[in-house]
């Protein structure tokens, strides 16, 4: 909604219990703010608050005083939030002209007028078999298109609602779970409740989705409400409304609820993914597929064009191989799907601008043939049967859905033929079809209703009005959709799940999200899978800088290896650990280990020989090095130990011919130039040296002036360098020397 500094720091006061400036705060925005009502409700929690105030002052003891002071916090949240509504309709006139159309239009909102006309819907679809056929159709007709008005109306004024009151929530909660109300009625007004809960977190709406959650045996339904309650938690009102903890917690004694939520999660990455997976297709997969255009794809799989061409004759093989090209495209876009990606969202994204997307209700709507905007699409029978075998088999998200059926009709009579029989067999760019018992797990279901809400999220034109839970920076940098990460969780027994999903983050590289469940984690709570991710997270192997809030390497490390002494991984971290900070002595002492445990494991026996060298101990490094250079005569990662080592010992033409070896491979790197660089500087060849260290400062890149030559030749060659430099009998003066004969080849090259 219609974001203001000045209420999100009320609510910000109001979360720290700062019940006296969130008052003063509330008043100077009303002072601003005439045209909200917010004078009458302000005086009275004020007045209650100053008479709280001076008993206490008196000497007073209330034993009450704790909740009295809680009930004030929540009556001033309930109008902050009121006003915060208030606030938003005044400034959006799209918000503010649905809450007025729906409450001007005569309509009894009366929650028991609501579910009688709910529940008279579904008695009319019930006494429709009773007609005759000609009569049955035009009243279904009317009869849907009357409620799918309705629902819609309702939609918008559940969105636009205020704070509810405990009746509002029992009314609305008997009516979700009451088996005479239709399941699409419930859904639809389940996602009205999420909306609105999570633009302004009510306590009472939340508790309506938890209980629909727990309650119903409606799987659709209850996987809906559980999508509703994750992306409506309060982010700190748990402070606030300590029911909220307390509610989730008695969820969390479930296994079973902490693994849907685990998976929720999961599913939750993949959405934000969404775009990315639509790149990787138009980039990567689409081009493939576009290239091999002597192929068509049939009903029975892709084959080859007829009339065989000069190409086809010569190379019968080549059409072969291009089948097998695009059938491994196709392959890898099935996987993707499978593994949970959005594969179908960069195509659909096109297809939002019919004007059934003009109703918002529409984008949360679950599909159904009888909706009035596309129950005429099914003209023939033909017809009828190849759209309805792609909308129940293809795994198109309920919007997606829509649009195909909308699009569908507006070029069905220019159709081919063989793309008709194509569809009509249920295959859409060599995607597979999805079997019923799949469509009904509690997974595809919430994956589906996911990809919906991302749509609206990212496509629906009015959505900057909305807050949305998949993009960052609004409230705690990532949108509610890393719940994993709210404070709410830390200490709870979801924190048995908090290590699946940050491997899961970290796979993704995202780096961000991990460390920010890591964070959390409650330190009582911090087991192996904590320590060995936040340890790999310090070291920096994910590209990220050390978190200062996070527990430095070693200590990661370390506290693995207590937690599972025998943990070959938490071993290798500690190791890596201390090498990254320069203890060489610790560091070889736990490679050596680990060498002498996993013999066969050439990177421990590697990684030994780099501590040896840079202790200095590069005759013992190269007892190792020449055994296994000859056992591994193409890695390059030994070739350059072997060569460091040539040179600590003084052995510089052997250590230049490998650097030479190294400079024509496919692998070179900057390093190299510096390291062959150091070799002729030491073995005095000095003008070698200097055009390697011009090379090295290229590769890093250019220094600019000659000031900046020489900071950077300082800081890149000597800093890095000194101990060897120092131990080869290399003076102060031979550096400036050398620096300046590095930069007179640089500049001597322009």
């Avoid at 131990?727 to 004969?741: A, E, K, N, R, Y």
Wanted: hydrophobic share 40%; with cysteine.
């Amino acid at each position: 909604m219609e974001k203001n500094e000045a209420l999100d720091n009320i609510f910000a006061l109001l979360g720290r219990m700062d019940l006296s400036q969130a008052l003063d705060a509330l008043e100077s925005f009303g002072a601003a703010h005439p045209e909200l009502p917010i004078g009458t409700r302000l005086r009275e929690i004020r007045s209650d608050y100053r008479l709280m105030l001076d008993y206490w002052g008196r000497g007073y003891k209330d034993e009450h005083r704790e909740r009295v002071y809680s009930d004030m916090i929540i009556a001033a949240y309930r109008l902050a939030a009121d006003t915060y509504l208030g606030y938003t309709l005044a400034h959006s006139p799209y918000l503010l002209g649905i809450s007025q159309k729906v409450r001007s239009a005569g309509r009894d909102w009366a929650l028991a007028s609501v579910r009688a006309q709910l529940e008279d819907f579904v008695s009319g679809v019930a006494l429709l078999s009773l007609e005759p056929e000609h009569v049955r159709l035009k009243k279904k007709e009317a009869l849907y298109a009357g409620h799918q008005q309705f629902l819609s109306d309702f939609f918008d004024y559940l969105l636009t609602s205020s704070q509810w009151t405990d009746s509002t929530a029992e009314a609305i909660t008997q009516m979700l779970l009451s088996p005479t109300v239709d399941s699409i009625d419930q859904q639809l007004i389940v996602s009205a409740v999420m909306l609105g809960c999570m633009n302004v977190f009510d306590i009472n709406k939340f508790k309506t989705l938890l209980a629909v959650y727990s309650h119903s045996t409606d799987q659709p339904l209850r996987q809906r409400a559980l999508v509703g309650w994750v992306l409506a938690l309060g982010y700190g009102m748990h402070t606030v409304f300590p029911e909220e903890r307390k509610m989730v917690d008695g969820l969390l004694a479930d296994e079973a609820v902490r693994k849907e939520l685990a998976e929720l999660q999961v599913q939750l990455l993949y959405c934000v993914s969404a775009e990315n997976d639509t790149q990787t297709i138009q980039r990567e997969i689409m081009p493939g597929l576009l290239k091999h255009g002597g192929l068509t794809i049939t009903p029975n799989g892709i084959e080859e064009n007829d009339g065989g061409s000069l190409e086809d004759i010569l190379h019968p093989e080549a059409v072969e191989r291009d089948m097998e090209k695009v059938e491994q495209s196709f392959r890898r876009m099935v996987d993707m799907q499978k593994a949970g990606a959005d594969i179908y969202f960069g195509g659909f994204s096109q297809m939002k601008r019919f004007p059934f997307f003009d109703s918002m209700s529409n984008w949360f709507v679950p599909f159904y043939v009888d909706h009035p905007a596309i129950s005429s699409a099914y003209g023939s029978i033909a017809e009828s049967k190849m759209v309805r075998n792609i909308v129940d088999h293809m795994p198109f998200c309920d919007s997606d859905k829509y649009s195909f059926v909308i699009a569908f009709k507006r070029v069905a009579d220019r159709i081919p033929q063989n793309i008709r029989e194509m569809l009509a067999g249920g295959n859409v760019a060599g995607m597979e079809m999805v079997g019923s018992e799949e469509q009904s797990t509690p997974a595809y279901i919430r994956r589906i209703y996911l990809q919906d809400l991302y749509r609206f999220f990212r496509l629906f034109p009015s959505r900057s009005l909305f807050y949305n839970p998949f993009a960052g920076g609004d409230r705690d940098g990532d949108g509610n959709y890393l719940f994993f990460a709210n404070s709410i969780f830390k200490g709870s027994k979801l924190e048995s799940c908090f290590g699946d999903v940050v491997a899961s983050l970290m796979k993704r590289r995202m780096t961000a999200g991990a460390i920010k469940v890591l964070r959390n984690w409650s330190a009582e709570g911090r087991d192996f899978q904590f320590c060995m991710a936040a340890g790999n997270i310090q070291l920096g192997r994910f590209g990220s800088k050390p978190a200062s809030d996070l527990p430095p390497a070693l200590l990661c490390f370390e506290m693995a290896t207590q937690l599972h002494p025998d943990s070959e991984q938490a071993a290798s971290g500690k190791a890596r650990a201390l090498f990254y900070m320069e203890e060489y002595e610790d560091a070889l002492a736990e490679f050596r280990r680990l060498a002498e445990r996993f013999p066969g494991r050439k990177g421990y026996e590697l990684n030994m020989t780099v501590c040896m060298v840079n202790l200095g101990q590069c005759e013992e490094a190269l007892k190792h090095l020449y055994k296994m250079s000859y056992e591994n005569p193409y890695d390059v990662r030994i070739s350059r130990v072997l060569a460091r080592a040539l040179v600590g010992v003084g052995e510089y033409a052997k250590a230049d011919k490998i650097y030479e070896g190294l400079a024509k491979g496919a692998d070179v790197q900057a390093g190299d130039l510096l390291n062959r660089g150091l070799c002729a500087w030491l073995a005095g060849r000095m003008a070698d040296a200097a055009m390697c260290f011009a090379d090295y400062s290229r590769a890093l890149g250019d220094a600019g002036s000659i000031g900046k030559c020489r900071a950077n030749f300082m800081e890149n060659v000597v800093a890095r360098e000194s101990e060897l430099l120092a131990s080869h009998g290399v003076t102060h003066i031979d550096i400036q020397l050398m620096c300046d004969l590095t930069c007179d080849f640089i500049f001597r090259a322009r």
